[in-house]
C-alpha cells in the first residue's frame, strides 16, 4: 500500500502540537470532568480543532454531524493558514446545490478539492443532520493522510468479527486508521468494529487527537522553505547541491532546452532547506523526480485549466511539466477523460454509496485490472429492456458497463445485466 503524502507549509505550528501539560490544563468545560475522554477533548481544544457547542459545554455524548467532523479534519490540515476564496468560488456551483451552511463552506470545499469527499456522489450523504459514522471518520482521516489503494498488494484483511460489513474499497482506511493507533484493530468488547454507529463528539475527540499528533509528525512540515539572508540584502540559495543548474540537453551554443515529460504526481516533498521535490511515474512505471521551484508563478501551474499554485498539487493527478535543467518551469493537469464501453464482472456493490467495484479483463494479454464504478445517475437493466435497481447487481455477475472514465474511476451512464 502506497500513503501519498504531501507536506503542507504551514506558519501556526501551535495549532497542532500538544503540550506536555495537557492532562492538567483547565478546562472551560462543565460536562467532562468525569468523561473517559476529558484529556483529548482539552488537547483537541487547545490544538483549535475542536470548539464547545455552548461557551461552557462540549456534549461529548452527542453524535458529532458530518459538517463539524470535516471542520476539524480540515483545521488539522491547516487550513487557518490558507487563502480559499479561490478554492471556494471553484466549487460554488456544488455547495449551492447541496445547501452546504455558510460556516462549513470553505471547509467543505477544501475537502471537495483534496479528494477527502469525492465528489457529488458522496456530496449527496451530506446534511445538516447528517451523523459521522465510524467508517466515515475513519475514510475522511485516511484520505486526508492520502492512503491509496495499491492494487499490487494483497486486499487488506480485519480482524474484526463484522469485517464483512466493512465495504473493500474503504478497508485500506480503516487500517490505516489501526496502524497508527486511532483505533484498535481488536474491536470492541465483542470484537466488533460496527462501522454504521454514530461517532460522539467524545469518540471523534480522541480519534482526531491522536490522528492529529500522527499527522503533524508524519505529514506535515510545520516550518516553511527557508533561505539564508547574510547582513547585506542579498539572498544567498539554500546549500543544496541537488538544485545546482546543471544544463541538459545543451546546444552547441550552450542554450538551455526545455523537455516535456508526462505521468501521473507519485510524491511531493516539501523540506525546511531544499526547493519541494515531485515525482512523476511515466506509463512506463518508471519513476522521474523534478525540483519544483516554490516561487513558481501562478501562469506556470494550470490545474483543470485554471491558474493555481504549487501546494494545490496533489499524488493522483496526471499532469504535463516543461523542465529546464531538472527544474519544472510550467506543470499542467491533462485531462484523461475517456469514453468506454466495456464488459466487467462485478466484485462489490456499495448501495449506501451508490458505488461499484469490478473487474475489466483485456482480452489480449489476459489481465484484469479494478475499477471503481459511480453509480449515481446510471440506467441499469437486463438483456430483456427490463428496467433494474442498482440492488440487482451482486458480485460474480458479468455486465456491460458504458460510462466516462477518469482517474478517479468510471461515471457510469448505463449498465446491462448479462443472462
Not at 503542507?8 to 505550528?13: E, G, K, P, Q, V
Not at 477544501?110 to 447528517?130: H, N, R, V, Y
Amino acid at each position: 500500500m502506497k500513503y501519498k503524502k504531501i507536506a503542507a507549509i504551514l506558519t501556526a505550528a501551535t495549532i497542532f502540537i500538544s503540550t506536555t501539560t495537557v492532562a492538567f490544563a483547565e478546562t472551560p468545560f462543565t460536562d467532562i470532568e468525569k468523561n473517559w475522554a476529558k484529556t483529548h477533548i482539552i488537547s483537541v481544544n487547545e490544538k483549535g480543532l475542536m470548539n464547545g457547542t455552548t461557551s461552557d459545554k462540549f456534549s461529548p455524548d452527542t453524535a458529532v454531524n458530518k459538517y463539524s467532523a470535516i471542520i476539524s479534519i480540515a483545521r488539522m490540515m491547516g487550513i487557518a493558514n490558507m487563502d480559499l476564496s479561490d478554492i471556494t468560488a471553484k466549487h460554488k456551483g456544488v455547495l449551492d446545490k447541496y445547501k452546504v451552511p455558510d460556516y462549513a463552506q470553505k471547509e467543505t470545499a477544501f475537502c471537495l478539492e483534496k479528494g477527502i469527499i469525492q465528489g457529488e456522489i458522496e456530496m449527496d450523504k451530506f446534511g445538516a443532520q447528517s451523523k459521522a459514522t465510524k467508517l466515515d471518520v475513519c475514510v475522511y482521516l485516511g484520505r486526508a493522510f492520502g492512503v491509496q489503494l495499491d492494487t499490487s498488494k494483497p486486499p487488506v484483511t480485519l480482524a474484526y468479527k463484522d469485517a464483512l460489513a466493512i465495504p473493500s474499497m474503504y478497508k485500506i482506511y480503516v487500517d490505516h486508521m489501526i496502524k497508527i493507533g486511532v483505533i484498535d484493530g481488536k474491536g470492541d468488547a465483542e470484537g466488533l468494529f460496527r462501522p454504521d454507529t454514530p461517532v460522539t463528539r467524545a469518540m471523534f475527540a480522541k480519534m482526531l487527537d491522536l490522528a492529529s499528533a500522527e499527522y503533524v509528525s508524519t505529514t506535515v512540515s510545520t516550518e516553511p522553505p527557508v533561505v539564508s539572508v547574510p547582513s547585506g540584502n542579498t539572498q544567498t540559495p539554500p546549500k543544496d547541491e541537488e538544485n545546482i543548474d546543471v544544463p541538459i540537453n545543451n546546444t552547441d551554443n550552450g542554450t538551455k532546452t526545455t523537455t516535456k515529460d508526462q505521468g501521473i504526481i507519485d510524491t511531493i516533498t516539501y523540506t525546511r532547506n531544499a526547493q519541494p521535490k515531485i515525482v512523476l511515474e511515466n506509463e512506463s512505471k518508471s519513476l522521474t523526480e523534478y525540483t519544483l521551484p516554490a516561487d513558481l508563478i501562478k501562469e506556470n501551474v494550470i490545474i483543470n485549466g485554471q491558474l493555481s499554485d504549487i501546494y494545490s498539487l496533489r499524488p493522483g493527478l496526471y499532469v504535463e511539466v516543461e523542465v529546464i535543467s531538472g527544474k519544472i518551469d510550467k506543470i499542467s493537469t491533462v485531462d484523461m477523460t475517456k469514453r468506454v464501453n466495456i464488459q466487467a464482472i462485478v466484485k462489490q456493490v456499495d448501495l449506501l454509496n451508490s458505488l461499484m467495484i469490478v473487474d475489466v479483463y483485456d482480452v489480449q494479454d489476459g489481465t484484469a485490472s479494478e475499477k471503481k464504478v459511480f453509480m449515481r445517475d446510471a440506467k441499469i437493466g437486463d438483456m430483456s429492456f427490463n428496467l433494474l435497481s442498482l440492488d440487482a447487481l451482486s458480485p460474480g455477475q458479468s455486465i456491460n458497463l458504458i460510462g466516462i472514465e477518469d482517474m478517479e474511476g468510471i461515471k457510469a451512464q448505463t449498465v446491462i445485466l448479462n443472462k
